[in-house]
């Protein structure tokens, strides 16, 4: 019984992951017109809100490292990004994991509880993370920035 668990875990992890990063450039990245080369090319030239920058490689996920910045700003949105990014990724498998524990619970009450519990607090964390992307940009566009 566990191993056929750990398999249907493995399983809706990699569909999720397909699913998920199947549209990666086209969900998250802002067109700028020109495609970088290679991952490195898109991190030291990214595009910007204002349309500046570089597009991802087409079909890559590139992940930058968010500690690149020049100033406390783009420090503090680079950390935000990536943590958003990062959230962006965590939240369908943990929605996933929650249903699997519902689907599984055979009437099994504490297996229904820890469901509820993942979806709220998966709802509540990325709230956390969404509120906080919003905080900055507010901060940024009162200080004029």
């Given at each position: ?12 992890g ?5 699913l ?15 495609s ?43 950390v ?31 297996n ?34």
């Amino acid at each position: 019984m566990g191993k056929n668990i750990f398999i249907s875990i493995i399983f809706l992890g990699i569909l999720g992951y397909i699913l998920l990063f199947s549209g990666i450039n086209t969900a998250f990245a802002v067109s700028c017109g020109v495609s970088a080369t290679d991952c490195p090319a898109y991190c030291a030239s990214r595009c910007d809100d204002l349309g500046n920058g570089l597009n991802p490689p087409e079909g890559t996920l590139c992940i930058c490292n968010p500690w690149t910045a020049t100033s406390t700003q783009g420090l503090i949105n680079n950390v935000t990004n990536f943590i958003f990014l990062l959230a962006t990724a965590v939240v369908p498998l943990l929605f996933m994991i929650a249903g699997f524990y519902f689907i599984t619970a055979g009437g099994n009450p504490a297996n229904i509880e820890k469901a509820k519990k993942i979806i709220i607090y998966t709802i509540i964390g990325y709230a956390i993370v969404l509120f906080s992307r919003a905080l900055t940009s507010l901060l940024n566009n009162i200080l004029g920035k």
